[in-house]
């Protein structure tokens, strides 16, 4: 081999060399060149939840109690036993009151008696006084008994109403129609007077309500009349529904925390629904169908700051943007209206975006503290 061959051996080797180092330090994977994370523009549902727990608890509930103190004689419910109003829940003792009621008949009678021969003799002793046949002090006299005995009189009828109180209240009655939730007393047990519920009896309990708390910073969004979906333990494979029905506006507050009590409606025609079971509640506070949206990953996405960008957002307008896949390393802005919002999605109002288009929603590149900052968050969409 020639000299001159040599060198041109030896030149060619050298350039290539060259060109497979410039290769590896500029084309290598992990340049400082940004991947762009994008997703589709597509046509779906948007529903938002606020998400909270609550009890089930019946409509209207009415604790019972005896109206008068005694012993029980009988009882005519016991649990779960379907009731209406003015129907016998349980009865006391009677002798002992109807003895007292007895007597105050009596005392009335007596009484009355006074009062009557009182009020005659008093009648004619003022027409005498007013001719000057009689004297003052007589008067006097005949008008006090008249005044005694009326007293005495109506105070014994009074003490009749109470006794004849007592024994039609022997009788311990449902103030509603529905069903015995709970019976606290036996036959022979000694009861006060307003002491402890004897009963309590639950109003139609094919319709209950769930009683839950939303916070301050979603009450906002709660409206009566919105769809509501919940979950027992007893039934974990149930989904069932209801209706908002009342918001409260009493504050509740603990620890700083501010709630308010939101009264769902429930229908529980199949009786499968208990008092006291805990419900996980989703308050539905959108829900729109077939609608077009972008991933929310896109609103937050902003692009690095080597980023070449051929068409920038506009700064003073209220809108929202996405930024569109690049095309020769180029982002594109795109102003859009949005509508309702879930936890991955947001509906597209207006804007120029067509369903199938690839938005960007994240980056990275070799400058990890760069691409950590934009990449999306993990669970968002």
């Given at each position: 081999m020639s000299l001159s061959n040599n060198k041109v051996l030896i030149?060619?080797?050298?350039?290539?060399?060259?060109?497979?180092l410039i290769s590896f330090r500029y084309l290598k994977p992990g340049s400082n060149e940004a991947v762009y994370i994008t997703s589709k523009v597509d046509r779906n549902d948007i529903t938002s939840y606020i998400t909270t727990t609550g009890n089930l608890n019946p409509i209207k509930s009415i604790e019972v109690y005896s109206q008068v103190s005694g012993i029980i004689n009988k009882l005519n419910v016991d649990f779960n036993s379907e009731v209406n109003?003015?129907?016998?829940?349980?009865?006391?003792?009677?002798?002992?009151?109807?003895?007292?009621?007895?007597?105050?008949q009596?005392?009335?009678?007596?009484?009355?008696?006074?009062?009557?021969?009182?009020?005659t003799l008093f009648e004619n002793d003022k027409s005498l006084y007013e001719k000057r046949l009689i004297s003052k002090e007589e008067f006097d006299s005949s008008e006090k008994r008249y005044a005694s005995t009326r007293a005495a009189f109506e105070q014994s009828q009074v003490l009749l109403k109470k006794a004849e109180f007592n024994l039609k209240n022997t009788v311990i009655r449902s103030p509603i129609d529905g069903v015995v939730l709970s019976r606290n007393v036996e036959c022979g047990q000694v009861v006060s007077a307003n002491g402890k519920p004897l009963f309590i009896v639950a109003q139609n309990m094919s319709q209950m309500k769930i009683d839950t708390n939303v916070s301050e910073k979603h009450i906002g969004k709660v409206k009566n009349g919105q769809k509501v979906n919940f979950t027992v333990d007893a039934y974990t494979n149930d989904v069932f529904e209801g209706v908002v029905s009342q918001i409260r506006n009493a504050p509740n507050i603990t620890n700083n925390i501010v709630t308010y009590n939101v009264v769902v409606s429930v229908d529980n025609s199949d009786w499968k629904l208990k008092p006291g079971m805990t419900a996980e509640v989703n308050i539905v506070v959108a829900d729109k169908k077939d609608v077009l949206r972008v991933p929310n990953a896109a609103l937050r996405f902003v692009p690095p700051p080597s980023a070449n960008i051929s068409s920038r957002p506009d700064l003073n307008s209220n809108d929202s943007h996405v930024w569109l896949r690049p095309k020769s390393g180029e982002l594109v802005s795109v102003s859009v209206k949005t509508g309702k919002s879930d936890d991955a999605y947001t509906e597209v109002l207006e804007g120029d975006l067509k369903e199938g288009q690839e938005v960007v929603v994240g980056f990275s590149s070799q400058n990890t503290s760069e691409s950590n900052q934009y990449l999306p968050q993990p669970g968002r969409f």
């Open positions: 030149a060619t080797v050298l350039l290539v060399a060259l060109v497979v109003a003015g129907d016998p829940l349980a009865e006391l003792y009677k002798d002992l009151l109807k003895t007292e009621v007895e007597s105050a009596a005392q009335v009678r007596k009484t009355q008696a006074d009062f009557d021969q009182a009020k």
